[in-house]
Structure formats: C-alpha cells, structure tokens
C-alpha cells in the first residue's frame, strides 16, 4: 500500500500531515510514504490532479486510488484507507 504526500515549502498542514503519516506508517508496516514538493515535481502533481497542498492519495500496491484528502487527514481516516487498500 502507498501513502503519497503532495506538499508545498512554508505549508503548517503539510508537517502535521507528516506526522499523521508517521504515525500511520508505524502503526501499518507495509505501508510506503512518498513524499513530493509540487514546485520540485510539477509534472506529477499535475498526473494526480494536485490543487491544494497538503494533498494525501492512498493507493493499493498496483496503484488504484482508495482515497485522497485535501488537507489535513486524521489517523482514523489514514487508517481507515490503509484497511481498503491492502
């Protein structure tokens, strides 16, 4: 499962999605965190329809989207994803 992080520099909401995401991760080993700044990578924040940052996408392993927040996600919604994605 993969937990994709689109953010932006100076973004408040992007670094507690980070840690919502740690946590995430650490609570649900299998899952991968990526994380992309949209100034740096353009092109794939344009791919996955990027409008606001912080932006989460929850994908399954061949990379199906089971969910996406705009904004800060809470755990309970991370892992909520997480559980329709493995």
């Known amino acids: ?3 994709t992080l689109y953010t932006s520099a ?3 909401p992007c670094m507690q999605t980070r840690a919502v995401l740690a946590e995430a991760s650490r609570l649900v ?3 991968t965190v990526t994380e992309f700044d ?3 990578n353009m092109e794939q924040a344009e ?3 990027i409008r606001v940052t912080p932006t989460v996408i929850v994908s399954t ?3 199906a989207e089971v969910f996406r927040a705009e904004g800060v996600p809470t755990l309970g919604q991370v892992l909520a994803a997480a559980a ?3």
């Open 1 to 3: 499962m993969k937990l």
């Open 61 to 63: 392993a061949d990379g």
């Open 47 to 49: 791919a996955d329809r």
């Open 38 to 40: 949209v100034a740096r």
């Open 84 to 86: 329709k994605a493995v």
């Open 29 to 31: 080993p299998a899952a």
């Open 10 to 12: 100076f973004c408040e």
